[in-house]
């Protein structure tokens, strides 16, 4: 059996060590086209701050762990996938049969557009490549200026404000992190960020970037607003690397349309992580959901069923954890409610203290959090084990900070007499 | 045979003994915020359940980690951070769906049970044995485990 | 170490919070807790003044101990001059408060002055602030709680708190921590809610370490902790009877007071024992007891979970009390039930659940509430003054109507939170107030066990068990047997527990441990902890000049001799029948020999020889 797998990021790495312990004698192979071994881009910020050097970002020992796991990693673009003979050309011509194919090829950041955005002071963080322009540019007192306030932006704030820039946030939204947050846990983290001394304009959007004196570059705002920038930075959304699949008839949307055995329109080709449009647990609808815990949980589902050994799964829960210069948030599921849905929220502004929880009848749907480290997974817990909070659900309507005794209460024996 | 802790929250007397071992092995001091196991109070019930890690096989902190500083111990089992590779980027913490993986602001990195290294210190601390580390494959731990893991969806992928 | 050396300073005058090295020669001296704060206690303010004015202050402090691993090391004490007596008050409470305390990194805080609005305490590690409490007033202690929790979304806050009662003035208003561990007596939350103090809330994440040979503690504490375990009082009796194991044994040995102390021996008693809480009741088949629990880091667990039964009258329409919580004490049990003549263990778990609901000390409760009923069957007090409520003897919708009287403070309520010093004044009976120092009585008669007429006499804070429970030696056998009838050798036999207790209390320890422990199990585990001499010799020095320093600040409050008394019913009124028939107390002998003892004059004065010897 030949399994290849087309990227070398989390679904990919995943998928690789998942169908090895499936699948002993297998011929498994992980083709990539970045120039550094398989890495992970929520290392990045960890990078930018210097808590770890390059190789802190790699997602395994390079060296030993993928040929002891006896897989192959190729470091190559792959050019062009050809279903019908079951083959891939890569970039020196050659070309590789498989059995099995997983497109675990993620997505890449995309620009709005702004005038201006090509010139060589504007950067998109995303690679590890970016991640080293930016350190370059992003000098102590020199002025930088982000532009979206969305996961990636935020995730890099700390590390921008640790190497001492004079940060501004330009965000089109009305909130930071407007498609993980609503508008209270939005606003705690714009107010906090203006604590540490962060520019935060919300609603508002840049118009362009001019070249200016020196090495600096000017920024208009669409509030009217002008700032100068050594830096500017652009986080405003990733899309699906797709482009690969033209011409193979495989179905598309904003992602490789995939199945509840994360299987596409063609039985032989899987999709994982950010270039999969796979089932959301909470809708049950078709979404390309972009995040680490997705992109692993995909890249296992996958290998399971190119195997032969899977189940449909139930589809993956959106949730994200951020780390906004200090001030940790995440959210869960439908976070924002459903029709006819109860909630129960406590907020206090003044401690940076905030959760949320969305319920649909008994059971916890959504949840949202800001302040809080502790046990925060059990939202996932509640949400996806979909228990019947019975008398729980009370408890946390009046009080949803305990999360964990409900999930105890209701999964544990508690030794009553 | 593995051991695995056993828990048995009916004779909990919520003394916290099993908090202080824990943060006492893992900080050197008697600190219970930063145990990594955690005595529940259900006052109007009358309870005390005493939670930690399970070592579940599912490991979803394991597979969910970005930077692979998440291993299992070959001669406990345990699921085990490595201060060295995590970047404390709390993906695992919002992944393990029994919220028994935390991050520690004071240190930046993540923080779970790691069975001592096969000498639990909350089950050695425990003066009503509600917490003992025996030979089962089969301990109430592991049924309260299996109870609570097998409404989650995404772990039934793995049962081929 | 084990000292975090920080004092937290809040002036509420001024609304200031100031951290101040802990004065470590003091420490050396005073260990902690309640030696230590009673010595800043002594050295700050005036013992003549007002304990209700600005001018008394209020010290909540732990103990070197306190929030490490040593059995039962979760203690903190509430120190200030009491309302009630006018002497000393030190009030021990255990659950979890005095640890995280700790854990913050705070030894004790001192409160000064007066608030010209509520207020509460937020401590969050070296964080502290004062917040407004306008919309905390009026709450019980257990609206407080939660509205606390939920205001700082944490679920591991620690919150200690006054109930309405404090905020009425009653004389004998607890300090409720963990919705139901107190420091109850001597309304030490009396003089909270005098400062407009509502509540203080702390989160401690620092830990506590430092400690001076960490592995000799360990090994020490692992010692102990097995010593509690062998022990069939620590390792079996009060797991899983509580102190309320008691009720039947003291009764059996004609010891057991009831109808504010008119009679010795208690026909009901079985109904309230610790027997008949385990007893499955007919409505749904659950006992009284729901679990045992334990306080802070105590491998005894002698606490009791309890539940009222749903049916009961008292809690019929009450769904708020239908859950589980603090249950039955035995001197609760006894101040509730015996003393006042009711055998209905419902009733009195209602009861007990209000004392921790609104913060009241049960015993002082139960027993003016005995006083009141012996002055209605006389007829000095009439329904005229309980609004119609037939108070005698026994009556349990009675008790439980003046109960709730007395927390709406309406009705008779107010006369019943005057105390039964000042109430029995006030009806012109004040020799049947069963008090020392206005301060009333726990659960064992001075007539039956000799020992605990001259504890009563001499507790530095007014009658109390906790000063030197000789009951331990004359009835329990602990460490050694004493005939409780005897009052020979109990002079020196109270000297020696006054002491111990002193010390075991000032390290953070809970009393609890000298069923089984001496002081050769517990001098290693201070030693290991903390920097100075703490030898078995040292500790026992402590002690006695902790003890000497409680009663210099009572004699410069005014105490004398004169008041180390108990009522004339005790000293006169021998016991009817059973067991102990034809005792009074024979304190006029046993008093003497012990001021001989202790090293001061005829008349209880603490002689210069004394202050001396004692580095006083």
């Known amino acids: 059996m030949k399994h290849l797998i087309i990227g070398a990021g989390p679904a990919g790495v995943i998928a690789a060590e998942t169908l090895r312990k499936s699948d002993p004698d297998a011929e498994i192979a992980i083709i990539g086209d970045e120039p550094e071994p398989p890495y992970s881009r929520m290392a990045i910020p960890y990078y930018l701050i210097e808590n770890v050097d390059e190789s802190g970002t790699y997602l395994r020992d390079p060296k030993a762990h993928f040929k002891a796991q006896n897989i192959e990693v190729v470091q190559q673009r792959v050019d062009k996938v050809d279903t019908g003979k079951k083959n891939v050309t890569l970039a020196d011509g050659k070309t590789r049969d498989f059995d099995k194919l997983l497109i675990a090829t993620g997505s890449h950041p995309i620009s709005p557009p702004i005038p201006g955005l090509d010139l060589p002071q504007v950067h998109s963080c995303w690679t590890l490549e970016d991640a080293r322009n930016i350190a370059r540019l992003a000098q102590s007192g020199s002025n930088v200026v982000l532009i979206g306030a969305g996961f990636i932006g935020c995730i890099i704030l700390e590390a921008l404000v640790k190497r001492g820039v004079n940060l501004t946030v330009i965000e089109t939204g009305n909130r930071m992190v407007p498609r993980m947050l609503d508008d209270k846990a939005g606003g705690l983290l714009e107010s906090w960020c203006k604590q540490q001394g962060i520019g935060v304009h919300t609603s508002c959007s840049v118009e362009s970037v001019t070249a200016a004196d020196g090495d600096q570059v000017e920024v208009a705002l669409s509030d009217g607003g002008n700032l100068s920038a050594a830096l500017v930075i652009t986080a405003t959304g990733v899309k699906a690397n797709l482009d690969l699949l033209d011409g193979t008839g495989i179905d598309t949307d904003f992602g490789v349309l995939v199945n509840k055995r994360m299987q596409s329109s063609d039985e032989n080709v899987y999709a994982a992580g950010d270039v999969a449009q796979g089932v959301d647990f909470s809708t049950g609808n078709q979404e390309v959901q972009a995040i680490q815990p997705t992109a692993t949980d995909h890249g296992r589902i996958a290998a399971l069923n190119m195997a032969g050994k899977g189940d449909e799964h139930q589809g993956t829960l959106n949730m994200n954890v951020l780390d906004t210069v200090g001030l940790v948030s995440c959210s869960f599921g439908l976070w924002m409610g459903v029709d006819g849905g109860d909630s129960a929220e406590l907020y206090n502004a003044d401690e940076y203290q905030y959760i949320n929880l969305q319920f649909d009848g008994e059971t916890l749907v959504g949840a949202s959090s800001v302040g809080k480290t502790q046990h925060i997974g059990v939202l996932r817990g509640l949400i996806e084990s979909r228990i019947e909070l019975g008398d729980w659900k009370q408890k946390l309507m009046a009080d949803p900070t305990l999360i964990m005794d409900a999930y105890i209460a209701c999964t544990q024996e508690l030794g009553y007499a | 045979m593995q051991k695995s802790l056993h828990i048995d929250p009916g004779k909990c007397t919520g003394c916290l003994q099993c908090e202080m071992a824990c943060s006492y092995e893992h900080t050197g001091t008697f600190n219970p915020s930063r145990s990594f196991i955690k005595v529940f109070t259900f006052h109007d019930e009358g309870r005390f359940a005493p939670y930690t890690c399970t070592q579940c096989d599912e490991a979803w902190c394991m597979r969910a980690c970005p930077v692979d500083a998440i291993s299992i111990d070959a001669s406990t089992g345990a699921k085990v951070v490595s201060d060295d590779k995590c970047v404390g980027c709390k993906v695992c913490t919002i992944a393990c769906p029994f919220g028994t993986i935390n991050y520690a602001q004071t240190t930046g990195k993540v923080v779970k049970c790691d069975l001592c290294g096969g000498d639990p210190q909350c089950a050695a601390a425990c003066p009503t044995d509600a917490i003992t580390y025996i030979d089962a494959d089969w301990t109430g731990y592991d049924r309260m485990m299996a109870s609570a893991a097998k409404s989650l969806p995404s772990a039934e992928t793995t049962a081929g | ?616």
């Open chain 3, 1 to 616: 170490m084990s000292w975090t050396r920080k004092i937290l300073r809040v002036n509420l005058s001024k609304g200031s919070c100031t951290s101040e090295p802990l004065n470590m020669e003091w420490a050396k001296q005073y260990l902690g807790q309640r030696g230590l704060a009673s010595k800043y206690l002594s050295e700050e303010i005036d013992p003549k003044c007002d304990a209700l004015g600005p001018d008394n202050k209020l010290i909540m402090a732990t103990g070197p101990l306190t929030g490490t691993m040593a059995s039962t090391a979760g203690r903190y004490s509430v120190i200030c001059k009491s309302p009630l007596t006018g002497a000393i008050a030190c009030s021990n409470s255990g659950g979890f408060l005095g640890a995280e305390l700790k854990f913050a990194g705070w030894d004790m805080i001192i409160f000064e002055g007066k608030s010209e609005k509520p207020v509460y305490l937020l401590v969050q590690d070296d964080k502290v602030e004062l917040r407004d409490a306008s919309h905390l007033w009026g709450k019980t202690v257990w609206e407080t709680d939660d509205i606390l929790h939920q205001t700082h979304q944490d679920p591991q806050l620690r919150v200690a708190c006054v109930g309405r009662t404090a905020e009425n003035g009653c004389l004998y208003a607890a300090i409720v921590n963990d919705k139901h561990r107190a420091a109850g007596r001597s309304g030490v939350g009396t003089v909270m809610a005098s400062k407009n103090l509502k509540a203080v809330a702390v989160r401690g994440t620092q830990g506590v370490g430092n400690l001076e040979d960490a592995k000799t503690f360990m090994a020490a504490v692992d010692a102990g902790k097995g010593v509690l375990a062998e022990n069939a009082v620590t390792g079996q009796g009060l797991p899983a009877y509580g102190t309320q194991v008691l009720m039947n044994v003291i009764n059996g040995v004609g010891a057991l007071p009831a109808r504010n102390m008119r009679d010795v021996g208690f026909e009901g008693a079985e109904n309230i024992s610790a027997e008949a809480m385990a007893e499955p009741r007919a409505s749904d088949g659950k006992p009284n007891l729901t679990t045992n629990a334990g306080c802070f880091s105590c491998t005894i667990a002698c606490g009791r979970i309890s539940t009222v039964d749903k049916t009961h009258f008292s809690v019929k329409d009450k769904p708020q009390y239908h859950g589980a919580s603090g249950g039955l004490e035995y001197e609760a049990a006894w101040a509730l039930g015996a003393d006042t003549g009711i055998d209905d263990l419902d009733a009195l778990t209602y009861v007990n659940f209000l004392c921790n609901e609104d913060g009241f000390d049960p015993i002082t409760y139960g027993a003016t509430v005995a006083a009141a009923m012996e002055m209605f069957e006389e007829g000095v007090i009439t329904t005229k003054e309980t609004g119609g409520i037939e108070l005698k003897f026994g009556n349990t919708e009675a008790f439980v109507a003046v109960t709730e009287a007395l927390v709406a403070n309406e009705g008779f309520g107010p006369d019943l939170a005057l105390g039964s010093k000042r109430l029995c004044e006030k009806y012109g009976r004040p020799e049947l107030s069963m008090t020392v120092k206005g301060q009333e009585f726990p659960a064992y008669d001075p007539r039956g066990i000799q020992g605990m007429g001259l504890t009563y006499a001499t507790s530095n804070r007014g009658a109390c068990h906790l000063r030197s429970y000789t009951v331990s030696s004359e009835v329990l056998g602990l460490p050694i047997k004493t005939e409780m009838g005897d009052a020979e050798g109990k002079p020196e036999l109270v000297k020696a527990f006054q002491d111990v207790t002193a010390l075991v209390d000032s390290a953070g320890l809970c009393i609890f441990t000298t069923f089984a422990w001496g002081m050769d199990n517990i001098a290693p585990q201070i030693d290991a902890a903390c920097e100075g001499d703490w030898s078995v010799e040292g500790c026992m020095e402590a002690g006695e000049r902790i003890w000497n320093m409680e009663r210099m600040f009572n004699t410069a409050a005014g105490f004398t001799g004169k008041d180390d008394n108990l009522p004339p019913r005790l000293m006169k009124e021998a016991i009817k029948s059973g067991p102990t028939e034809g005792q009074v107390s024979r304190l006029d002998e046993m008093l003497p020999q012990y001021y001989q003892i202790r090293g001061w004059t005829e008349d209880g004065t603490v002689t210069k020889e004394t202050q001396q010897r004692l580095s006083l």
